[in-house]
């Protein structure tokens, strides 16, 4: 409780600070509201005039708020409330404000992204779904655009062919509205061009991040990966999948079904090395048996065949747990498929690796002001100050809520609950009151739908399929006798208005189907009713049997239900009303929000390695791609150290085997050896080689700013080959360790152990295989026609 005090003393005190502010920002109301139409778009100009002669953003805020607000008026017919101006001054200042459901986000963010673009470094907004991003780009942009600036939207077709020029255009806008995933995958591939041309990302400057709570945490537990390029097929999958199957549980390897995780014991181990005849599986030698004996593992035991995957044509097809949908084109990471194609004696897909990866956790925190907007952002402020530094600011709402939120109604069975539901909805339905009755997942959801219409209750489905079309389903779930079944998903972001005579009724009626694995979703489905002070209610179900008891639910509950799990019992049907089953079904859903925070902990721990490494590889590409990386002084000390790294791991140097590293990385014609193989004398010898070359280069380009550009091309091609192997190293070596970890060692040390050890072995590769790109590659051409270089 005390706690919880200060929390609300320090919120109150932050808004105090901001409620001078928005006092400024009233102040100045009048004076742009007397402004003509013609005067007010010239406000853009004297706002970016003033910002050039050296005030600062937080200077010219409470005009250039006020000039806005005024514009979302005259433009979009909404002048932003107090409150909006409120949660607007947080988001600029690098918070989230947390704003109640229909309390006009969207409106909200006009304030803070027009402030922050007129600095021209540009202001991105993220949502969750590409309907939502193009929906707002649509309807907000018209104020941007009237106030002269630009605006883009991040998100395209599958089949858009969008050239870079045109990214960079979209991206270079004042103002763009994308996704997350659309900027992540965006950010990769921008990192993979090998060109100025080819690149179209400017600086990060400003984000604001809409449903900032599911964005930066729910969804942001594993990485984002941009595969490519097939790897060498390997042959271990089907010896491996033998293997695992004459394991015996428990002796030779565990399955603990709550962590989902499998793992050879010690004996398990004993018996590989024995099945393989190998010393040690944890040596680097075995590294991919290793790995390979991972992936069958979890393919037989982690992956249950029409529960995670189907077999569709011989094909192995992911689904959607949450939605129970087909993931067409979707594959898992880094072998996991083709284990389970094994597993399931169906062809193998070519392996593809990863080229690039990048959590949210990174991804967001190179944006130099992070800010967001959620319905439900205080209860993870915690995580969301420890992993992106941004503090929660409640903002008050416009009118006082008048949800009534009902506790929950328990029951032991889902059979008992799913009746104890759908009587509920036909008591509440035949007053007329609108219901959306939300469920988890798309199977329960299907299950409540045909019970509705054995009910003869008309109703619409959504389960998140159609996003564009649901929206406009759900706008009119408030409407008198409207029943919508909808997943958790489903119609996200879509304002819901009471129809005629609703609020008399109640207004909008929320039915949970199942509290969710954490309170925050609870908390959004809520919202769906009660908007902008409209009357409303909800109401959740819950039985013993839900995933999330059964998954946290803890031993006593578990034994409580098997207890009663029979028809004959006395109580069948029954409301469970004891305190301790709320207590049990809060302490589940805690266990269950606090499994998600350390998998994100994890998640972050593990990508530090990368993301350190992965920064200094971007930079080194970006300083050669535009031309600031001084190269010349730098060839001599790479070749140099090349040789020497050569020669010192090969003391007892032979004519052959000097002879096949002249071929491999320096020439194909050499007509002599040298006098011996002292070092000194070998590497003079390869010194006269390499100038040599380097001259006859230097003469067909007869221009020091091509050859310059011919070695950057050189490093650069070096540079990616080297490092998309190594991203794809880490993320096997991250399986390997994981599964290390569970033989009794401490897996992220011997991470960033191992990865560092691999990104100077890269470091020393890079250097290798640019001096055999330089010397190898041929170039075509003259500087008339323009030249082509084929590297080897
Ligand atoms: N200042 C305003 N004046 C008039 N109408 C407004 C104002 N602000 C928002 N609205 C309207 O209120 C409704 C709710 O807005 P919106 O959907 O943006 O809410 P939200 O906070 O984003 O809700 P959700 O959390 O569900 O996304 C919309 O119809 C919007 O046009």
Redesign the pocket.
């Known amino acids: 409780m005390a706690v919880k005090q200060k929390e609300t003393l320090l919120n109150r005190y932050k808004l105090r600070k901001i409620r001078r502010i928005l006092s400024k920002v009233n102040q100045r109301a009048d004076y742009y509201a007397a402004l003509s139409d013609q005067e007010l778009q010239q406000q853009t100009d004297v706002f970016r005039q003033r910002l050039d002669a050296g005030e600062t953003l937080d200077g010219i805020l409470p005009d250039a708020f006020a000039a806005i607000r005024e514009a979302d008026k005259r433009v979009l017919g ?4 107090d409150v ?1 101006v409120i949660g607007a001054i947080a988001m600029h200042q690098g918070n989230i404000a947390e ?10 963010a006009t304030l803070p992204l027009y402030l922050n673009a007129l600095s021209g470094k540009g202001a991105i907004l993220v949502t969750t779904n590409e309907y939502l991003a193009r929906r707002d780009a649509q309807e907000m942009g018209r104020v941007y655009r009237w106030m002269g600036l630009t605006v883009g939207v991040g998100v395209f077709d599958e089949d858009e062919d969008i050239s870079a020029a045109e990214k960079r255009q979209i991206y270079g806008s004042d103002i763009m509205y994308s996704t997350s995933t659309a900027l992540g995958f965006d950010y990769l591939i921008d990192n993979l061009s090998g060109s100025q041309a080819d690149k179209f990302l400017r600086p990060f400057n400003y984000v604001i991040v809409d ?1 900032a709570d599911a964005v930066l945490l729910d969804n942001a537990q594993t990485p984002l990966i941009i595969s490519g390029q097939p790897r060498v097929q390997s042959n271990l999958f089907h010896i491996c999948n033998q293997f695992v199957l004459t394991l015996q549980e428990e002796e030779e390897y565990k399955h603990d079904k709550d962590k989902k995780i499998v793992y050879l014991t010690g004996a398990g181990i004993a018996y590989a090395e024995e099945f393989f005849d190998i010393d040690d599986l944890y040596d680097n030698k075995s590294y991919e048996l290793n790995r390979h004996i991972n992936l069958a593992l979890r393919a037989q035991h982690l992956y249950q065949k029409d529960r995670d995957y189907v077999v569709d044509e011989d094909e192995v097809k992911l689904l959607d747990n949450r939605t129970g949908r087909l993931l067409e084109g979707t594959r898992l990471q880094s072998g996991i498929h083709q284990a389970i194609e094994t597993k399931e004696n169906v062809k193998l897909t070519k392996e593809s690796r990863a080229m690039g990866s990048v959590t949210y956790q990174s991804l967001f925190n190179m944006f130099p002001k992070l800010s967001g907007m959620t ?1 439900t952002g205080k209860i993870a402020e915690d995580e969301l100050i420890a992993t992106y530094k941004v503090p929660v600011i409640v903002v008050p709402t416009n009118s006082p809520v008048q949800r009534i939120d009902y506790p929950d109604r328990i029951y032991t069975t889902l059979p008992e609950k799913l009746y104890a539901t759908i009587s509920y909805v036909k008591e509440l339905h035949a007053t007329g009151q609108p219901i959306l009755l939300v469920s988890g997942t798309v199977d329960i959801a299907e299950i409540y739908s045909r019970m509705l219409l054995q009910e003869g209750i008309a109703h619409n489905t959504l389960t998140a399929k159609n996003l564009a079309k649901e929206a406009l389903i759900i706008q009119e779930a408030g409407q008198l006798g409207a029943v919508t079944v909808a997943t958790s998903l489903a119609g ?4 819901i ?1 009471l129809g005629e005579g609703v609020a008399e009724l109640g207004g909008l009626a929320v039915v949970g189907t199942e509290r969710m694995p954490n309170s925050r979703v609870d908390w959004q489905l809520r ?2 009713a009660g ?2 002070g409209d009357p409303g209610m909800s109401q959740f179900f819950v039985s013993l049997e839900d995933e999330l008891l059964v998954q946290h639910g803890g031993k006593r509950l578990n034994r409580y239900f098997e207890k009663n799990n029979h028809t004959e019992r006395a109580n069948y049907g029954y409301e469970l009303t004891s305190r301790r089953y709320h207590r049990a079904i809060s302490l589940a859903q805690q266990k269950s929000e606090d499994k998600a925070v350390s998998a994100r902990e994890n998640t972050i721990q593990f990508d530090e390695s990368l993301r350190v490494q992965r920064q200094k590889i971007y930079a080194l590409r970006d300083r050669l791609i535009y031309n600031e990386a001084d190269l010349s002084g730098k060839i001599k000390e790479i070749v140099t150290d090349s040789i020497s790294h050569y020669l010192a791991t090969h003391p007892n140097l032979t004519e052959r085997d000097l002879r096949r590293y002249l071929l491999d990385n320096y020439t194909y014609r050499f007509r002599f050896f040298p006098r011996s193989f002292d070092p000194k004398i070998v590497s003079d010898f390869i010194w006269t080689i390499v100038r040599e070359e380097l001259d006859k280069k230097a003469a067909i380009f007869q221009n020091e700013e091509k050859m310059a550009e011919f070695y950057r091309l050189s490093v650069l091609k070096a540079i990616d080959e080297c490092w998309i192997e190594q991203v794809d190293n880490l993320q096997q070596l991250k399986g390997i360790v994981t599964m290390r970890a569970l033989a009794q060692r401490d897996s992220l040390s011997e991470y960033y152990h191992d990865s560092l050890i691999s990104y100077d072995k890269m470091s020393q590769e890079v250097k290798d295989l640019a001096v055999r790109h330089m010397m190898l590659s041929t170039i075509e051409g003259d500087s008339q026609k323009g030249y082509s270089i084929y590297f080897v």
């Open positions: 909404k002048y932003p409330y909006q704003m109640k459901t229909g309390e006009g986000k969207t409106l909200t449903e319905g996200r972001g879509t304002d208005k919202g769906r908007r902008q």
